[in-house]
């Protein structure tokens, strides 16, 4: 019974972190999204680093989500296309299990890299250095919880042919908590006050999402067969 | 059997024809309280109820304002529930609804945004604020504007329906979390410097037809969700024979 249960679960985990790695020039294609959208800020506002440092936060958070957005669209699609995702739908797993497999795999392939490669930027914003590590933890877990919201929107618009702009459009509105609670948890850093609280909320919006959007997703994919 | 007998009213009442037959007698009943609640409050707050200490006039704006805000929300609860009993009981009315209340919750929505703005401009000396209720509002209106597209992009009507009853309840998990961090952000971000004055301490004179109004919202609500999906049958059963008969009906008067 719990090799019925696990096992879809790591399968899929398993296979997509392998599909992944397959093809290494589109893993990284987010990251350079990430990296080129931010140096245009410094480029549109302001090169003062006072200013940089004021808006790194918030900035730093759209841009890790527009970079978790852009790619969850084919977080489905490709299975879909050839036909993997019908197989998916009818074997005998739970089919939230492959679901939870495939989108820890999303976070490990894009969210957990942009929180590693956040610093980065952090220093470029010339963001202070007590924020650094706040940042990182808020960036990961709050990238998962991207992933789980944005694969809600991708399994909705997966039979739709131009499904990117209105994945967009479904998915913003959801975001929004995830975005106030992540920025403020740099920003409680910068300010020198306690931030362990404004995470822990982001790690409660896990918890949820991680329970209630497998199931979601699942019923929006049965729609797509 | 019992069970059998039970779920015969449930599907009956499910089923768009008998909506479209039972509904008719009660429109003109509907229409004339909405009518009668609505011209009631609106002349009895704009030109009666005593004008505002601070605010002078531009208060009154408030009998327009708050029922649609009420109703906003309201609505969209209404439009998950709906979304949920179709998902759940297969019932093609209960999508039919949904739509119907994505429209005019969308609607009433922008009303409020629209009406907030026009009461900012004296009070607050701007049209737009970052105040958590107007962000809380407008994050809304982005969550019906969704609905109303993610319908639209299906050319199917059961995959639509039924992606959009799963959006909606994905929706409704999320609008507490939403106010609350909304919430939250704001009062992090800016200390209370604005204060709506809230209903609780309004003065009875001025309660009350804001109590017409808000009753006179829910009727206008209930006609208006029951006319789009009057509508909404003709056109999904226009090949259904006793719509055929109807039209044919109508024609043979004319």
């Known amino acids: 019974m719990s090799a019925v249960l696990s096992g879809g679960f790591s399968a899929y985990l398993y296979r997509d972190l392998l599909l992944a790695y397959r093809c290494r020039s589109d893993l990284a294609r987010p990251l350079i999204f990430f990296l080129v959208v931010s140096t245009l800020v410094p480029l549109g506002v302001a090169p003062e680093p006072a200013r940089l440092a004021a808006l790194a936060p918030g900035i730093i958070w759209i841009m890790a989500l527009l970079a978790s957005l852009l790619s969850i669209e084919s977080l489905f699609s490709s299975d879909f296309q050839d036909g993997s995702l019908e197989q998916m739908l009818i074997a005998p797993n739970l089919l939230a299990m492959p679901i939870l497999g495939k989108v820890t795999a999303h976070w490990l392939v894009i969210g957990l890299p942009l929180a590693l490669i956040s610093p980065l930027i952090g220093i470029m914003f010339s963001l202070p250095a007590v924020a650094m590590v706040p940042m990182v933890l808020s960036l990961a877990l709050g990238t998962a919880v991207l992933s789980f919201i944005g694969a809600v929107g991708a399994a909705l618009t997966l039979p739709l042919r131009k499904g990117g702009v209105l994945l967009a459009l479904l998915v913003m509105p959801l975001y929004m908590p995830v975005l106030i609670f992540g920025s403020a948890t740099i920003q409680s850093a910068v300010d020198g006050l306690a931030w362990s609280g404004s995470l822990a909320i982001l790690g409660a919006f896990l918890a949820i999402a991680m329970a209630l959007c497998p199931l979601a997703i699942a019923a929006a994919l049965r729609l797509s067969s | ?254």
Request: contains cysteine; hydrophobic residues 55%.
């Open chain 2, 1 to 254: 059997m019992k069970l059998n007998r039970q779920w015969t009213w449930f599907h009956r009442l499910g089923s768009p024809r008998w909506f479209y037959q039972k509904t008719q007698c009660w429109l003109p009943w509907l229409g004339a309280i909405a009518a009668i609640l609505l011209v009631t409050g609106l002349v009895w707050g704009l030109a009666f109820a005593p004008p505002d200490a601070r605010q002078g006039n531009s208060f009154r704006i408030i009998y327009l304002h708050v029922p649609a805000s009420f109703l906003a929300l309201a609505g969209y609860y209404l439009m998950a529930i709906a979304g949920a009993v179709g998902l759940i009981w297969r019932i093609k009315l209960s999508f039919m609804l949904m739509k119907s209340a994505a429209t005019i919750g969308a609607a009433l929505t922008f009303i409020a945004l629209f009406t907030g703005a026009v009461w900012g401009k004296p009070t607050w000396g701007a049209y737009w604020v970052w105040d958590a209720r107007i962000t809380s509002m407008l994050i809304l209106l982005f969550l019906y504007l969704g609905m109303l597209v993610l319908r639209h992009a299906f050319t199917n009507h059961e995959s639509a329906n039924k992606a959009s009853a799963i959006l909606g309840l994905v929706g409704t998990v999320n609008v507490p979390i939403i106010y609350k961090s909304v919430d939250w952000w704001q009062t992090l971000h800016q200390p209370a410097t604005i204060k709506l004055t809230s209903a609780p301490s309004m003065h009875p004179d001025m309660f009350a037809p804001l109590l017409v109004m808000i009753l006179g919202f829910y009727c206008f609500y209930a006609l208006a969700l029951i006319l789009f999906t009057r509508a909404e049958i003709l056109e999904r059963e226009r090949r259904a024979s006793w719509v055929r008969e109807l039209v044919a009906e109508k024609q043979g008067g004319l």
